[in-house]
C-alpha cells in the first residue's frame, strides 16, 4: 500500500504563489510516474502536470503552461508543484497521484492518491 499526504494548500490572492507538497511512503515511489490533478466545484477531474520516474521529461496542461512548474526529490519520495501567477480560476480540490512509469501508461493513468487539499485564490 502507498500513501500520498499533502500538504501547503491554502487561500491567496490573485497574483500569489503557492508551493504544493505531497509526500510518498513505499520503497519503489522512486521508480513511479507523478502527476497533480485538481477538480473544481462543478467541474469533472483534470490533469495539471506530471514527471516521469527520473524527472527527465515534464508535462503541463496549457491552462497552467508557464507557470506552474513540477518537481520531484526521489531522495525524500516527494513531488511539488509551485504554482506561480495564481488566478481565481486556479482554485479548486488539488489530488497528487502516483504510480508505476512504464511505457504502456500514459501520463493520465495512476494506482494511488492523496487525500486532496483545497486551494482557493481569491481576486
Known amino acids: 500500500q502507498v500513501q500520498l499526504v499533502e500538504s501547503g494548500g491554502g487561500l491567496v490572492q490573485a497574483g500569489d504563489s503557492l508551493r504544493l507538497s505531497c509526500a510518498a511512503s513505499g520503497r519503489t515511489v522512486s521508480t513511479y510516474q507523478l502527476g497533480w490533478f485538481r477538480q473544481a466545484p462543478g467541474k469533472e477531474r483534470e490533469f495539471v502536470a506530471a514527471?516521469?520516474?527520473?524527472?527527465?521529461?515534464?508535462y503541463y496542461a496549457d491552462s497552467v503552461k508557464g507557470r506552474f512548474t513540477i518537481s520531484r526529490d526521489n531522495a525524500k519520495n516527494t513531488v511539488y508543484l509551485q504554482m506561480n501567477s495564481l488566478k481565481p480560476e486556479d482554485t479548486a480540490v488539488y489530488y497528487c497521484?502516483?504510480?508505476?512509469?512504464?511505457?504502456?501508461?500514459?501520463?493520465?493513468?495512476?494506482?494511488?492518491w492523496g487525500q486532496g487539499m483545497q486551494v482557493t485564490v481569491s481576486s
Open positions: 514527471i516521469n520516474w527520473n524527472a527527465r521529461s515534464t
Open positions: 497521484a502516483a504510480g508505476p512509469d512504464t511505457w504502456q501508461r500514459t501520463i493520465y493513468e495512476y494506482d494511488y
